[in-house]
């Protein structure tokens, strides 16, 4: 076996230009692979970052009723008794944070203008306390919780151009309460938020959760957002919250990030479809251009495959041999475009590259690629089997030669 | 002596064209005509004949890598005519050696590595196959060369690591098809006296093509071959050395 092996492995490196080339071809299949999946792969990790300390947190809770009915009128599905949840999640291992939300919408007014708002109210000290990303803003600051003036008011910086605010300046708000009565409160703008997110900043609002409850003249709350200290920890605190929420007397129920991020799975799953076409291409590419090698390859070792049958060699040995021969340089491939594309990766990783911002948001994004042990051991077993399916037809054909025939081929 | 080889009326026709043998235009060549012969253990036989006389073909047919036409050819007394594909195989594997005119050694292996090939495809142990390496590249004076690949040897020192390779798994019958065409005169009768020696101290049969009649001087027995037919069978009794 291993003289077999010694024979396949000299055998590829006899026309050494021709297996240069077919080694650059399979590499570069292979690097092309992995500068794109990891490409793909960073902006999966940058969105899914981005998604959970943008604010969605890595687990959110909710009334088993906010997702079974409509609300009718404002918070009638939320959490009552939210301050006690809240305590009893945060004793949990991984558990950053808690804070309570509060999701409502209305019209907002400047005297001369009306416009729709989704508005969120948050506790300030709470939502620090989880440890997302900080807010951006184009000017003014954050909320006070322990403001005792008038009711402070964050803003998305494409209402606040539509309104035509600046901080400092107020608006009305008009919402729903709990009753199904019409309510409404002036706020004094604090801050204009850049979310990076063109329709989010179009209509956000945000301000404080006493603020919004007595708007709405309720003290429930939507939900519970949870902050974890790492996102690979989500399954596992989620599995361990759960059968706590099921003592409690309102029906609550756990979603995690993944249940709750639609764009992040509409993007994850358009780009892993664009990946393995593109897998597919390289898959097509290594297995024609390698069969006319292999084809070639045996063609020049006709007479040689004729004196090995002559002595009696297995046809299935001779099949072997091309299958091997075609594997190792499959291999050999593989090693040149890993090495090969996680140079490149490098090197583009330190090229401070940026790419336009992608549709939806406004900043730009970093032309940056992970390095990953599953797509380095995947690109390579396609390339690897590629060749391996290439070499089955000159394999086959070498087998069948007719011996007499081989022998007097020149 | 026992016999080796029996070749019976034996007839090889080729086809000419594509043309199915059903059609009436299908037309074809003959390479051997009804030829018989007879050779047994310990021989060592020279066919003879011009170019396109049928040598190869002959050589071919004994050798289990063409069938014949008709007739039949019974090789240690196995009909071979009635063999497999596989069991064809596996009989030259175990009981013939080749030696080809134009060397066919393979290019990426050393010469001891060449000559140990057919003890690689009978699955024999390293440590033995080792052992009769040496022995082989030993009885054909090239131990020194042994890690040698073949471009870097002569065409006498190439041809003699093909005798090698041909008798290391201690074969019943040798077939050497032109052997000495592709060497200068001395390398040619160095070569020959070499499958005479292996033939005399190791009693293998050797069965060799030629058409170049020096080499014929140096043959105990003669078959000659012109357009597929056998027309003499000459044995020179204790043969003649020059």
Redesign the interface.
């Known amino acids: 076996m291993a003289?077999?092996l010694?024979?396949a492995f000299?055998?590829i490196f006899?026309n050494r230009r021709r297996t240069v080339m077919t080694l650059f071809m399979v590499g570069g299949g292979v690097a092309g692979l992995l500068l794109v999946g990891g490409f793909f792969a960073r902006m999966f990790w940058g969105l899914r970052e981005h998604t959970i300390n943008g604010g969605l947190g890595h687990i959110q809770i909710f009334t088993v009723d906010h997702f079974n009915r409509d609300e009718v009128r404002a918070l009638d599905t939320g959490i009552d008794n939210w301050r006690q949840v809240a305590a009893s999640v945060k004793t949990g291992g991984h558990v950053r944070g808690v804070a309570p939300r509060i999701e409502f919408y209305g019209m907002v007014s400047n005297g001369d203008k009306s416009s729709v708002f989704m508005g969120t109210a948050v506790d300030p000290v709470a939502e620090n306390g989880l440890g997302f990303f900080p807010t951006t803003f184009t000017s003014g600051h954050d909320l006070d919780s322990k403001s005792g003036g008038e009711v402070e008011a964050l803003i998305g910086k494409g209402l606040a151009k539509s309104m035509n605010v600046k901080v400092g300046d107020g608006l009305t708000i008009l919402s729903m309460t709990s009753d199904g009565a019409l309510n409404g409160v002036d706020v004094e703008i604090v801050g204009i938020v850049d979310s990076g997110i063109a329709e989010m900043d179009a209509r956000s609002l945000r301000i404080t959760l006493p603020a919004a409850q007595r708007l709405l003249q309720s003290d429930r709350v939507t939900n519970l957002v949870v902050g974890l200290d790492k996102t690979e920890n989500t399954d596992q605190v989620a599995a361990e919250l759960a059968p706590r929420l099921r003592g409690l007397p309102q029906q609550l129920v756990l979603k995690k990030w993944i249940d709750l991020a639609t764009y992040y799975k509409q993007v994850r799953s358009l780009m892993s479809t664009i990946f393995v076409f593109l897998g597919v291409i390289v898959f097509f590419m290594v297995l024609m251009s390698s069969v006319n090698t292999l084809l070639m390859t045996m063609f020049e070792r006709t007479?040689?495959i004729g004196?090995?049958?002559?002595?009696?060699?297995?046809?299935a040995?001779i099949v072997a041999l091309f299958m091997l021969e075609a594997t190792l340089i499959g291999i050999l491939g593989a090693l040149v475009g890993v090495l090969a594309g996680n140079l490149l990766g490098v090197l583009l990783n330190h090229s401070n590259l940026n790419l336009p911002p992608p549709p939806g948001f406004t900043v730009p994004m970093s032309f940056e690629v992970l390095h990953v042990p599953s797509l380095m051991v995947g690109s390579s077993l396609l390339v690897i089997v590629s060749l391996a399916l290439a070499s089955i037809l000159p394999a086959i054909r070498a087998s069948r030669l007719r011996?007499?025939e081989a022998?007097a081929h020149v | 002596m026992d016999e080796l080889v029996n070749v019976e009326a034996v007839s090889r026709r080729f086809p000419l064209d594509n043309i199915p043998a059903h059609h009436p235009a299908h037309s074809f060549v003959s390479a051997l005509s009804d030829a018989s012969l007879r050779v047994s253990a310990g021989e060592f036989l020279a066919i003879a004949g011009p170019s396109g006389s049928g040598k190869t073909t002959l050589l071919?047919l004994i050798?289990c890598?063409?069938k014949p036409t008709s007739g039949r050819i019974l090789v240690d007394g196995v009909d071979t005519s009635k063999l497999k594909?596989?069991s064809m195989?596996?009989?030259?594997?175990?009981k013939?050696g080749?030696v080809?005119q134009?060397f066919?050694l393979?290019?990426?292996?050393t010469a001891a590595?060449n000559v140990?090939?057919?003890l690689?495809?009978?699955s024999v142990g390293s440590r033995e196959r080792r052992k009769r390496v040496a022995e082989a590249l030993d009885s054909v004076g090239l131990s020194a060369r042994a890690n040698q690949r073949p471009d870097l040897l002569s065409g006498g020192e190439r041809q003699r690591v093909a005798v090698a390779?041909a008798i290391v798994h201690r074969p019943a019958l040798v077939l050497a098809d032109e052997p000495t065409a592709n060497l200068d005169t001395h390398n040619a009768t160095q070569l020959i006296d070499l499958m005479h020696g292996l033939n005399r101290r190791l009693g293998l049969t050797f069965i060799f093509s030629t058409h170049d009649a020096r080499l014929l001087e140096h043959t105990e027995r003669i078959v000659r071959l012109t357009d597929g037919e056998v027309i003499s069978d000459t044995t020179i009794q204790g043969g003649s050395r020059g």
Do not use: C, H
């Open positions: 003289k077999f010694l024979l000299r055998n006899r007479r040689e004196t090995m049958l002559a002595m009696g060699t297995p046809r040995w011996i007499a022998l | 071919n050798g890598i063409d594909p596989g195989s596996a009989l030259r594997r175990e013939i080749f080809f134009t066919n393979i290019p990426v292996f590595e140990e090939y057919p690689l495809i009978q390779r």
